[in-house]
């Protein structure tokens, strides 16, 4: 079993910057992939970014992407998202997830919520205006 447990959410004015950092531990040999996904009031839970612990690829939602860096630290079994430019919109609460290992061949939605099976708490990102 893989726990995941976030930080480094807050509050920041638009056009600041955070960086998040997802710190995961367990069966970690067991991660395929791991995302970001954020979820605003009122709105269904999207997906950010992902980076695959197979080969270090990496994908990013439209909105972000130029804005928002995956990267992670395989000693300390941490992924960071870090986060520049940010605007009102960015606002919400942010989950890591991992995606399972699996076997054979499989077609891979890197940023489908469906895909993914294990999930922090959350933390908070408040952009002000």
């Known amino acids: 079993q893989v726990q995941l447990v976030e930080s480094g959410g807050g509050l920041v004015q638009a056009g600041g910057s955070l960086r998040l950092s997802c710190a995961a531990s367990g069966r970690t040999f067991s991660i395929y992939a791991i995302g970001w996904f954020r979820q605003a009031p009122g709105k269904e839970r999207e997906g950010v970014s992902c980076?695959?612990?197979?080969?270090?690829?990496?994908y990013y939602a439209d909105s972000v992407r130029g804005r928002f860096t995956i990267s992670r630290d395989n000693a300390k079994n941490t992924v960071y998202l870090q986060m520049n430019d940010l605007k009102p919109e960015d606002t919400a609460v942010y989950y890591c997830a991992t995606k399972p290992s699996h076997s054979g061949t499989y077609s891979f939605i890197a940023l489908a919520t469906k895909e993914y099976d294990t999930w922090g708490p959350g933390t908070h990102v408040t952009v002000s205006s």
């Open positions: 980076i695959s612990n197979l080969d270090g690829s990496t």
